[in-house]
Every structure is written in C-alpha cells, then in structure tokens.
C-alpha cells in the first residue's frame, strides 16, 4: 500500500500540472479587442521582440521600422504583419511570438487600432 502511495502521488503531480492554465495561451489574459491599444498592449510586443531588427533604420535586413505606432499600423495593414509571426517567419527563431501577444495583435487590428 505504501508503495502505491508514492507511485499515484507524482502520476497526480503531472495530471495538476498539465491542467493547469498556460499564461501565454490563455485569452483571459487578454484584453478585450476593444481595449487593447497600441501604448499599452502593442508597442510592449513590438519593443521587446522585434526592435532589435525593425530599429530606424532597420538593420539585419529587415525591411522596414517598426518605432512608431504609424510604422507598427502600416506593417499590419500592408505588410502582412500578422500572418508573418502567424506563420512563424518572423521574429527570427527564438524570439517568437506567444499565441497570448498574436491575439493581441488581432484584437488592436479589429479594434480600430487605438493609440
């Protein structure tokens, strides 16, 4: 009996651990679409994941900036920003995007893009 107490007990441990909620993945730890602005939900993003290539000028041939609220809007509207961290071909590996930041992405798109 004392042996299958310290068999169940890390078997419980993992099933805990695997339902419990994955910050990054969860979308109540999103804004609402209709709250999410650029200062305080998608220039944090930007700064922290993209910068260091999108800088003005850009280096590491990246195309265009992305400092200003302007130069980030553009991206997304005519630059396909959004399907490129979707896809995976940007930011460059190991600075990829969670799917919690994508959606924030997406609702300041289908927010009107609020400063």
């Known amino acids: 009996m004392k042996n299958s107490k310290f068999f169940l007990l890390p078997l419980l441990m993992i099933f805990l651990y695997s339902c419990s909620s ?3 993945d969860d979308p109540g730890s ?3 679409n209709n709250d999410v602005t650029y200062t305080q939900n998608v220039k ?3 700064d922290s994941r993209c910068i260091s290539c999108h800088s003005n000028p850009p ?3 990246a195309p ?3 400092v200003t609220y302007n130069n980030v809007r553009s991206a997304v509207t005519g ?3 959004i399907g490129s961290v979707e896809s995976g071909a940007m930011p460059p590996a190991g600075a990829d995007l ?3 930041q994508i959606q ?3 609702d300041w798109q289908d927010g009107g893009f609020k400063e």
């Open 22 to 24: 994955d910050s990054d």
């Open 30 to 32: 999103n804004p609402g």
């Open 44 to 46: 944090p993003i930007i």
């Open 59 to 61: 280096v590491n041939n």
């Open 64 to 66: 265009m900036p992305l």
């Open 79 to 81: 630059r396909d920003l």
């Open 98 to 100: 969670t799917n919690a």
């Open 104 to 106: 924030i992405l997406k």
